[in-house]
């Protein structure tokens, strides 16, 4: 099943249920008017809306459209909660050998998780609007899932069940704010403004065999200015979903519609590429003892899409960078 949120006006937008082939789509409104009030009623909407999904592959739901990816929010436009790990060590063994960084204690038996800001998260053709390219502005390309309610102390057992959706993320980040906030110990606030999903949100059962052991087994591919940049696969995922839930609840519930975040898709040897440019800028310093590629300016476009069987699964992420107007003082 394939779900989406059209803006309407309102801040949780307009559920709609998409087409396989992300060509058409039918409103939800006799089920559940927005996406949060599905996921928070999965057990009653979710037949109900599989039902519909049907009726739309076999062309016969009634007051069916063209699926307008312009025209989408972003699956969840707000959520109760967005933590995003860090799920391929890859990654950060990367910037570990690049910057002379001592590795964090235990990282490869404990997930590394922040919590992000939800309450405005872009959608797939949002302009990206930030205030100084000075701040090191860089894309990361993620998988993430959407979860039922957790319960504290959820076990990595008894997680994968709580997955609902998958989702594609495009998770924003300010790199030279980074520093500085990682050494407080507080961690990711200023470094980490609003982050962009993909239009479409689907059930694991849409990737078939890709979605295996609580992983995505999709390449994410990513184009920066019209040039590939890389298509790493998320297969290589240290932690899988189930780990990331179990770590996110050890502590505290997690109410429904909880997103959890993979952190930057990143694969080992260098030929799929990279999902961020910080990890490109850190494998030119190690093989060449500098960094070249800038990070992004205003009016620099990043795209990335995830394919199973030659066919786009969320839809594309397609984003230019802008400068944020000025305040009101």
């Not at 063994?93 to 490869?108: G, V």
């Not at 479409?200 to 995505?216: F, M, N, S």
């Not at 184009?223 to 240290?238: A, L, V």
């Not at 975040?261 to 310093?285: D, F, H, P, Q, Y």
Request: aromatic share 8%; hydrophobic share 45%.
């Amino acid at each position: 099943m394939k779900l989406a949120t059209l803006r309407n006006g309102h801040k949780d937008g307009r559920l709609v249920v998409v087409s396989r082939d992300l060509q058409r789509a039918v409103a939800a409104d006799g089920i559940a008017p927005s996406m949060l009030d599905a996921i928070e009623r999965w057990s009653d909407t979710a037949p109900r809306l599989a039902a519909l999904y049907e009726a739309l592959n076999a062309g016969i739901a009634a007051d069916a459209f063209h699926f307008d990816t312009t025209a989408a929010a972003a699956p969840l436009p707000r959520a109760p909660q967005w933590c995003d790990g860090s799920a391929f060590l890859n990654h950060g063994r990367l910037m570990e050998k690049a910057f002379n960084i001592d590795p964090i204690p235990d990282s490869d038996k404990v997930p590394l998780m922040y919590q992000g800001g939800s309450d405005d998260l872009l959608g797939p053709r949002d302009d990206l609007p930030l205030p100084d390219e000075a701040h090191g502005i860089d894309f990361e390309g993620e998988f993430g899932v959407i979860v039922d309610e957790v319960p504290m102390g959820c076990p990595a057992s008894a997680a994968l069940g709580r997955v609902l959706l998958l989702v594609q993320i495009n998770d924003v980040s300010l790199r030279a704010f980074g520093p500085r906030e990682m050494r407080t110990g507080f961690g990711f606030f200023q470094a980490k403004p609003s982050s962009s999903f993909a239009p479409v949100a689907v059930t694991p059962d849409e990737i078939g065999d890709a979605w295996k052991d609580a992983r995505v087994h999709l390449d994410l591919t990513v184009e920066f200015n019209g040039r590939w940049f890389g298509d790493p696969n998320g297969r290589e995922m240290n932690f899988g979903f189930d780990q990331l839930i179990a770590h996110a609840a050890t502590t505290r519930r997690l109410s429904a519609g909880t997103i959890i975040g993979s952190g930057t898709v990143s694969n080992a040897g260098g030929a799929k590429g990279s999902a961020c440019i910080a990890e490109r800028r850190a494998i030119e310093l190690i093989e060449k003892g500098a960094s070249a590629t800038p990070f992004m300016r205003f009016g620099d476009r990043v795209r990335m899409e995830a394919r199973w069987n030659d066919r786009p699964v969320f839809g594309a992420i397609d984003q230019r960078i802008v400068k944020a107007p000025r305040a009101a003082a």
